[in-house]
């Protein structure tokens, strides 16, 4: 059967939706949708068609927004998104990942939230803050925001969930509990002799590989890492990348070995691709060697970021790459990185891109 | 603390919140003995409005102002009968 393609992107003034079909080479654009509020990060359910997007505005706080016909017409739910009394309330949502019929939802300040009706009510997960590193937590330039969650795909008791600044935690019971997951990752921003702590370490996002739920993929702020056992132990995988610096990471949807990766000139050079050349760095070997996708992208003169949540794959045979930048430039490869189009200029800041492949 | 009763106000809403709930009503009549009694009473009648008006700390959102005449309130501000309660969003943004 055919399929449509279509792209979901947050961000600084609403949600924007671009669809194509199976060959991608025309996109069409809609948007700006959810009031034109920040939204942070959109996905979808391929299941159900159904399309959430995660954001806040600074008037009325936090809210999901909900559209179950591809974007024509919207709700919005900022139920439960409460924290006890006395304590800085939630300011805004920032991550979204559906799984296992909940909806978690990753908020700022850094803690997780659960629905369990689809995006109606939100319950908070207390555990993760009641962790005791919590007391150490700060926030990143984004602010303290929790903006990973990997659920596993076959376990619903098990979920990995990164926040900027205090790095992986990991629960095995449905949320009861969290553990840190942070070990062979550096807080190289640390004085030396305390580059290695327990938590601390300035992660800014976590994937999983695609069939291997033990394998993760992690951009920090200090460096690229891969893990081999759920995040037990990382290990650094930035040698022949041209920095250690960088927001986004997207695995292969089909090779566990395949992963991407944009990283940026430094945290305090400017944070643009370096030299003002564009790449996307894919490795097909997990990690041990890298090459440079430049092929469609520009190469001079080019001063801009992608942010963490802004890099996606589709699940096609021959997957599509896509990635919109700090300048509002969506752009998209349809052969996994080897050439590249734009298939969306002049938008708002995009915060996130997602995709959802359904049936035509 | 000496319990309050309830008076009638007239309460005016701002457009960007009549947007989020299009079936509210601009201007209307609500009674309550204070800002936060009133916040109950919008939310009763537009679930979810309270949530958009009040953070769980509890009080007033950071970037929302109910103006009691020609002062900023706060949950516990007292409503006196027959006045105008402005709810207005800050001009924040960008």
């Given at each position: 059967m055919a399929k449509r393609v279509i792209l979901l992107i947050g961000t600084k003034k609403g949600t924007f939706i671009a669809e194509s079909d199976e060959a991608r080479q025309e996109w069409s654009l809609k948007g700006p949708f959810c009031d034109a509020w920040p939204i942070n990060h959109v996905i979808?359910?391929?299941?159900?068609?159904?399309?959430?997007?995660?954001?806040?505005?600074?008037?009325?706080?936090?809210?999901?927004?909900?559209s179950a016909d591809l974007g024509e017409t919207w709700t919005r739910s900022g139920n439960g998104f409460n924290y006890a009394e006395g304590e800085d309330p939630v300011k805004s949502a920032w991550s979204l990942a559906k799984s296992h019929g909940r909806l978690h939802v990753g908020v700022e300040p850094a803690g997780?939230?659960?629905?369990?009706?689809d995006g109606e009510n939100f319950e908070h997960v207390e555990s993760l803050r009641a962790h005791p590193s919590r007391e150490t937590w700060v926030p990143g330039a984004g602010g303290l925001i929790l903006h990973s969650i990997v659920p596993h795909p076959d376990d619903p008791n098990e979920l990995w969930v990164a926040i900027s600044t205090a790095g992986v935690f990991h629960t095995a019971d449905g949320g009861k509990t969290f553990d840190a997951r942070n070990k062979g990752t550096r807080a190289g921003f640390m004085p030396e002799g305390m580059q290695y702590p327990e938590t601390g370490q300035c992660v800014h996002c976590i994937v999983m590989a695609a069939g291997r739920p033990d394998r993760l993929y992690q951009q920090n702020h200090t460096g690229m890492y891969r893990c081999d056992d759920g995040g037990e132990q990382w290990v650094s995988i930035e040698e022949g990348l041209p920095s250690e610096f960088g927001?986004?990471?997207?695995?292969?949807?089909?090779?566990?070995?395949?992963?991407?990766?944009?990283p940026l000139n430094g945290a305090i050079e400017g944070r643009f691709v370096p030299?003002?050349?564009a790449a996307v760095w894919r490795s097909r070997d997990a990690g041990a060697t890298?090459?440079?996708?430049?092929?469609?992208?520009?190469q001079e003169n080019a001063f801009f970021?992608?942010?963490?949540?802004?890099?996606?794959?589709?699940?096609?045979?021959?997957?599509?790459?896509?990635?919109g930048t700090n300048t509002g430039?969506?752009?998209?490869?349809?052969?996994?990185?080897?050439?590249?189009?734009?298939?969306?200029?002049?938008l708002p800041v995009i915060h996130s891109a997602e995709t959802m492949v359904i049936d035509a | 603390m000496r319990e309050r009763s309830d008076s009638a106000c007239d309460v005016v809403l701002p457009d960007a919140l009549l947007r989020l709930f299009p079936q509210a009503k601009r201007r209307l009549t609500v009674s309550a003995a204070d800002v936060g009694g009133?916040?109950?009473?919008?939310?009763?009648?537009?679930?979810?409005?309270?949530?958009?008006?009040?953070?769980?700390?509890?009080?007033?959102?950071?970037?929302?102002?109910?103006?009691?005449?020609?002062?900023?309130?706060?949950?516990?501000?007292p409503i006196a009968s027959g006045t105008t309660v402005y709810v207005l969003t800050a001009v924040s943004g960008g």
């Open positions: 979808g359910d391929a299941a159900t068609g159904t399309i959430y997007a995660a954001g806040g505005n600074e008037w009325f706080g936090p809210s999901v927004w909900k997780l939230f659960v629905s369990g009706d927001f986004p990471a997207a695995a292969h949807p089909h090779d566990a070995d395949t992963v991407y990766f944009i030299d003002g050349k890298w090459s440079a996708l430049r092929n469609g992208l520009p970021g992608v942010l963490r949540q802004a890099m996606a794959t589709d699940n096609l045979d021959q997957a599509g790459i896509y990635f430039t969506l752009y998209g490869s349809r052969d996994e990185g080897d050439n590249w189009d734009v298939i969306g200029q002049h | 009133l916040i109950d009473a919008l939310d009763e009648r537009w679930p979810g409005m309270g949530a958009c008006l009040r953070d769980s700390r509890p009080a007033v959102r950071k970037h929302i102002s109910i103006m009691i005449d020609g002062e900023r309130a706060v949950l516990e501000t």
